[in-house]
């Protein structure tokens, strides 16, 4: 699909060159002119949100990777605590998926 969008912008740009206004015509050069403005703005337009978004994405995987870390230390600190563990039974297995469900029912309830 890329390069056919290639071809067809390099083929409109030929298009408003000055030398074929006489058989395409001034008015017909200027709406393909201003066409292909707009799918260059558009174009970096979406650039630049799809640069938002991976910097957005970048910094949840940075935020999601310091949860699991902030769940591991609670985990190893905590062991043995039922505050964090939805069914309330003392457990020695590894509790850092209940932690994660605790606060996110936590900042549910109080969101």
């Given amino acids: 699909m890329i390069k056919e969008?290639?071809?067809?912008?390099?083929r409109c740009n030929k298009l408003i060159e000055t030398e074929h206004s006489n058989w395409i015509g001034i008015t017909?050069?200027?709406?393909?002119?201003?066409?292909?403005?707009?799918?260059?703005?558009?174009?970096?337009?979406?650039?630049?949100?799809?640069?938002?978004?991976?910097?957005?994405?970048?910094?949840?995987?940075?935020?999601?990777?310091?949860?699991d870390?902030?769940?591991?230390?609670i985990n190893e600190t905590d062991r043995g605590y039922t505050d964090y563990c939805e069914m309330k039974i003392e457990c020695d297995r590894n509790c850092k998926d209940c932690i994660k469900q605790y606060f996110e029912r936590k900042a549910t309830n109080d969101g």
Avoid at 5 to 10: C, E, G, L, R, S
């Fill in 5 to 10: 969008q290639d071809k067809a912008i390099k």
């Fill in 28 to 67: 017909n050069q200027k709406a393909i002119e201003t066409v292909l403005n707009m799918l260059k703005e558009n174009s970096a337009e979406i650039h630049q949100k799809n640069t938002e978004l991976a910097e957005k994405n970048a910094e949840i995987e940075k935020l999601n990777r310091q949860i």
């Fill in 69 to 73: 870390l902030i769940a591991e230390e």
